[in-house]
Nanobody, 124 residues
């Protein structure tokens, strides 16, 4: 059974940091691209970052470039999202996702496995 379980969300003040984790099981993690998406209330889901299977290439949404980083540990079947200099507009439910494909990293349709998400709230 495939599972993606996010953790690390919470309430933080603007300018603060959070580190999200996503623990994967039930599929071959090391062969999958991993992505983070977010969805704010009343808005569509949007791409945040993705990392390729080997962890040596990352893809960023412009809104988070320079503030967020993504990494993965294939030995632990876990992907991480380090969020720094958080802004109120970063408030959303953050979900991780897995894709067996290469390319179209910013498209949610590329990803077949999804976690339920973790809430991140940034206060001003």
């Amino acid at each position: 059974q495939v599972q993606l379980v996010e953790s690390g969300g919470g309430l933080v003040q603007a300018g603060g940091s959070l580190r999200l984790s996503c623990a994967a099981s039930g599929f071959t993690f090391r062969t999958h691209t991993m992505g983070w998406f977010r969805q704010a209330p009343g808005k569509e889901r949007e791409f945040v970052l993705a990392i390729n299977w080997s962890g040596d290439r990352a893809y960023y949404a412009e809104s988070v470039r320079g503030r967020f980083t993504i990494s993965r540990d294939n030995a632990k079947n876990t992907v991480y999202l380090q969020m720094n200099t958080l802004k109120p507009e970063d408030t959303a439910v953050y979900s991780c996702a897995a894709s067996p494909y290469r390319g179209n990293y910013n498209s949610s349709g590329t990803y077949g496995y999804w976690g339920l998400g973790t809430q991140v709230t940034v206060s001003s």
